[in-house]
Nanobody, 124 residues
Framework: QVQLVESGGGLVQAGGSLRLSCAASVRTFSGLAMGWFRQIPGKEREFVAA????????NYAYSVKGRCTISRDNVKNTVYLQMNSLKPEDTAVYYC?????????????????WGQGTQVTVSS
């Protein structure tokens, strides 16, 4: 079983930065590929970024490419999402997700485990 707990969300002005963290309670974190998704009320959950189990391969949504960086620390069992140059349209609940095996998948259905989410609000 995998438990994921996100942290680091909050209120920030446009142009600011936030770093989200996701701590995983699992025996073998390095066996998981990880992803970040976001969702606003009334809309489908959308892909933000993904990273493979070694951290060698990453994938980003077009809307955040160049502004966000996903990384992981397999000793601390944690994945991060550094978000810079934030825009009001980045406002959402951000979810951490995990899947067993390799790949940097962007589809929600590829991930079996999800955190509870952390709210990010960007003011204009």
């Amino acid at each position: 079983q995998v438990q994921l707990v996100e942290s680091g969300g909050g209120l920030v002005q446009a142009g600011g930065s936030l770093r989200l963290s996701c701590a995983a309670s699992v025996r073998t974190f390095s066996g998981l590929a990880m992803g970040w998704f976001r969702q606003i009320p009334g809309k489908e959950r959308e892909f933000v970024a993904a990273i493979d189990w070694r951290g060698d391969s990453t994938n980003y949504a077009y809307s955040v490419k160049g502004r966000c960086t996903i990384s992981r620390d397999n000793v601390k069992n944690t994945v991060y999402l550094q978000m810079n140059s934030l825009k009001p349209e980045d406002t959402a609940v951000y979810y951490c997700a995990a899947r067993e095996g390799s790949g940097v998948h962007s589809n929600v259905g590829a991930y079996a485990y999800w955190g509870q989410g952390t709210q990010v609000t960007v003011s204009s």
